[in-house]
């Protein structure tokens, strides 16, 4: 980990400072009768906060103290605790992103003991940070799903299975909608305030060119767009206005859509029994999605690391993982089963994101991370790139080649080293 912003005797002033604060709440580094610390950056809503220790946590066998801190606090103090190999913290809880830049400040995993639970297998590679040690445990998940009106189901093509679509497939029903019913039911989030940025990064690139940055300008790049100018001709012309698609769903102007589980949340809880959650359609190089996961791990200066993994444990068993998705509407990361008192929006959610995070070609494309101040800019690349291909028809290559170089500045500029499922990186990832 580096510290490239406080030098060694402010560290040390800060690490004095947080073992002192934390000397009254944490157990002693002996780990006899203590709290272990619960040190995240999910959950922070000072509601969620409270269902973590007074409903996810009360039956914990160990007790745990947990604070939620926004991110710049969460990595000063545990940077403070590296700095001076003694720490307080036991458990760290955040993003994916967070922990890529710290791998050897972590603990292995690997040896929890988990008994019967099934993690998600995809997300537990990715929380390997590669190396061969599980340096996190995914601990829960949000993401983008499709969703459909039951009226649709009868216009899929012959043969399509509506929990592994493949982008032919959706655009064939998109097409067998607009020509049977007399106008365009597939919507797509494209207004000012939709996510069309997110489809293209997590699932449109993963699914054609098992990238996000790198193969960019590619010659599967450019057939990614193709694909999808083909779906646009057969999308309902109001999509450059839709913004949250469970408000055109409702409305029945579209019948199937693509959105953020949140976005589509008033569809299914208003109407549960008129609609479907189902996967995002697969390409070539499989059913790219962008799941938003956060994890649970152990830094290498916890005081008491058996008590710590018995933490990481419990976060995973079936109930608690329940008793999470009722404290922060993040998913879980287990086989569970959700049980019938579960609103609408999170059992047919659940259901859509359990099967398409667990499909044999799943194919995360996870959330940018390192950008800093430039993430806008990154996602104005595709939003770009979408408006100059898709809205006015330019020469996909062309547009390509142009923006790449746009996207190659901002990558240079920040230095970010490259994301699932771009391979890691050596600095800045690459754009080719």
Partial sequence: MKFTSLNRSALASLCAAALAVSFTTTAQADGHGGEVLFWSTQAKPVE????????????????????????????????????????????????????????????????????????????????????????????????????????????????????????????????????????????????????????????????????????????????????????WKYTHTGSTNFSFMQEQLLAGDVWVAFDHTARLANAFNEKPDDFIGFPAPAGPTGRGFMPVIAGVAIPKTAPDMEAAKKVIAY??????????????????????????????????????????????????????????????????????TFERVVLAGQDVKTVLNEQKEALRKIMNETGAPCWAPDAPSEGACPVD
């Fill in 48 to 231: 969620e906060s409270q269902a973590m220790r007074e409903q996810v946590l009360a039956d914990s066998e160990v007790k745990v103290d947990f604070q939620a801190n926004d991110g710049g606090p969460w990595l000063t103090r545990l940077q403070a605790e590296i700095e001076a190999e003694k720490g307080t913290i036991g458990v760290l809880g955040s993003l994916h992103g967070n922990f890529t830049s710290m791998p050897g400040d972590l603990v292995d995993l690997s040896d929890v003991d988990l008994g019967d639970i099934k993690v998600n297998s995809t997300f537990a590679e990715l929380a390997k940070l590669g190396t061969d040690e599980q340096k996190y445990m995914p601990w829960m998940q949000a993401t983008y799903i499709m969703a459909a009106n039951k009226k649709a189901l009868e216009y899929l093509p012959e043969g399509a299975d509506i929990n592994a679509l493949t982008y032919d497939q959706l655009i064939a029903w998109a097409k067998n909608m607009a020509e049977q019913t007399g106008g365009s039911k597939f919507g797509f989030p494209a207004g000012p305030k939709g996510l069309k940025h997110r489809f293209f990064q997590g699932y449109l690139y993963p699914s054609f060119t098992n990238s996000v940055v790198t193969k960019f300008a590619s010659d599967e790049a450019a057939g990614a767009w193709e694909k999808f100018k083909e779906l």
């Fill in 315 to 384: 976060m995973l068993s079936p109930e608690t993982q329940l008793k999470t998705l009722k404290a922060t509407n993040f998913f879980p990361v287990v086989d569970v089963e959700l049980p019938d008192d579960m609103p609408p929006a999170v059992r047919l959610s659940g259901a859509a994101i359990a099967a398409m995070s667990g499909a044999a070609d799943a194919n995360p494309g996870l959330l940018p991370a390192g950008l800093g101040d430039q993430g806008g800019k990154f996602n104005q690349v595709y939003v770009d």
